[in-house]
């Protein structure tokens, strides 16, 4: 990782994981982009305001990025640019991501809240749309380094290699030992479900020649309780997964648990695309 964007609103939770990207960029040597999708206000979209206006707003919006950028430089030493834009943020990630050929987008997570149950924020939104990895900074995680790195996957997922090859990069990067977890409801399984899951490890295994790694199966319990003890039990300092991808009526039935759990996990969470 080279290159890391920070997505921020200047709330708190945005601010910590700021901290917690540069305490990272500082670690692997990599530079920071903070980046703001400045939004219009609802009056001032739906009125004639005059240029002069959304120009004074929008210079207000771009000396706070630049004010945070001189801060955090001058606090981790590490190179620090910003960006600011009007429009839509997942939309504008793209475009940034591509720009830059940035390795990572990091953003803030507010906490379980009830809206954010049924509604989900701009966070989970970037997870679903996001073709490049997101770090999810949970309320007060502070960085001491990412030691430990749970990978919790689904034996029927199907994984890319350019997914599994970023997982390896990660953790040599970082010197991490990785678990590779698997959750599944009690059930028994046929010979030919016993032959694939052998057959998933074995592809997870190749990518990972060279990580100290190991495996762990959780039963009978839900996926998300199941990641959770596996979190508690390895104790670990980051929490790898993979979004699936659903067509619009399969995505009405179908809850993401990588969403679920960045809105949850008392960790980091990196969402990689498959």
Known sequence: ????????????????????AASLAKCIDAKLILYNSFMLPAHAANTLMPASGVEKMMASNEASLDYAAVKISCTYGVKTEYASTIGNVE???????????ADLVVMGM??????????????????????????????????NGIH???????NNCKFSLQTLKMLNEVALQLKAEVQVLHVEKTKKLSPEQVLADAGQHTDVEFHLEGIDHTYR?????????????GIDEFEADLLVMVPQRYGFWNSMLHKSKTCEMAARSRVPLLSIPN
């Open 1 to 20: 990782m080279k290159t890391i964007i920070v997505a921020t609103d200047f709330s708190k939770d945005a601010s910590n994981a700021l901290e917690y």
């Open 91 to 101: 939309e504008e990630l793209d475009i940034l991501v591509e720009k830059h050929q």
């Open 110 to 143: 507010r906490g379980n809240s009830l809206d954010q149950k049924i509604f989900g924020n701009t966070t989970t939104s970037v997870i679903r749309h996001a073709k490049y990895p997101v770090l999810v900074i949970p309320q007060s995680v502070t960085f």
């Open 148 to 154: 430990k790195i749970l990978f919790a996957c689904d």
């Open 217 to 229: 199966d959780i039963d009978g319990c839900g996926v998300i309780k199941g990641i959770e003890q």
